[in-house]
């Protein structure tokens, strides 16, 4: 069965600082990754997805993620975050209505 | 390119009144489309998946129910909610044979 872990439940950063977010699954075969934003009270929005090919994927507001086969991680990461930045973030493995989400990762961001 | 909104963005419902949640995609075909829920303090999880009008499978046992009476529209209804039932529900899309899920706004829905 599928399952996605993201470790930590609460991560607060500096602005300006660099912020990196885990994330394991496990799938049976290669697996389609997702990143997913959540601001308050909003629906979720795509950062970024690997479905094949380059490991390292470029996304949207400046993240990107590594997809690492050998450690089954898809962690996010962001050089330098911004006041914005501040959100839920979700990962998430499979495809269609076969798609298993974390439980999500709040980043609290400070000045 | 393609849009997707639900409504009504907020509502505060008694226990034992029916529910109605409506969701449209526009500026595709022959969507799959998706009610997923996300109680406070918890995860996504998955409510109905419709890839067809008229088509609907059920993730959960539960007291809310799901029709897609056109292509690109879906809702998802109660006859009497529960206290239970409060929750941010979210429709989101995918196209035919695509991996990836695209999600509405949200509706917020409070059982009082």
């Known amino acids: 069965a599928q399952s996605v872990t993201q470790p930590d439940i609460h991560i607060t950063v500096s602005e300006g600082a660099s912020l990196e977010l885990r994330c394991n699954y496990s799938y049976g075969a290669t697996p389609y990754l997702f990143w997913y934003v959540q601001s308050p009270g909003q629906g979720l929005q795509l950062l970024l997805k690997?479905?094949?090919?380059?490991?390292l994927v470029q996304g949207i507001k400046g993240f990107e993620a590594e997809f690492k086969r050998s450690q089954s991680s898809f962690n996010l990461r962001k050089p330098s975050v911004h006041w914005s930045d501040a959100a839920e973030y979700f990962c998430a493995v499979g495809n269609d209505y076969k798609l298993s989400f974390g439980a999500g990762t709040t980043v609290t961001v400070r000045a | 390119s393609q849009t997707i909104h639900q409504w009504p963005a907020t509502l505060v419902q008694p226990v034992g009144s029916p529910l109605s949640l409506e969701c449209t995609v526009e500026g595709t075909s022959n969507p799959n489309l998706y009610w997923y829920r996300q109680a406070a303090g918890r995860g996504l999880q998955l409510l109905f998946y419709?890839?067809?009008?008229?088509?609907i499978s059920s993730e959960v046992p539960q007291n809310l129910s799901a029709s897609r009476p056109q292509d690109r529209q879906f809702i998802l209804s109660s006859k009497k909610l529960l206290l239970s039932d409060s929750g941010f529900y979210l429709c989101?899309?995918?196209?035919?044979?695509?991996?990836?899920?695209?999600f509405g706004e949200g509706s917020w829905l409070t059982v009082v």
């Open positions: 989101a899309w995918s196209g035919q044979g695509g991996n990836t899920i695209y």
């Open positions: 690997y479905f094949s090919g380059d490991t």
């Open positions: 419709s890839v067809g009008i008229g088509q």
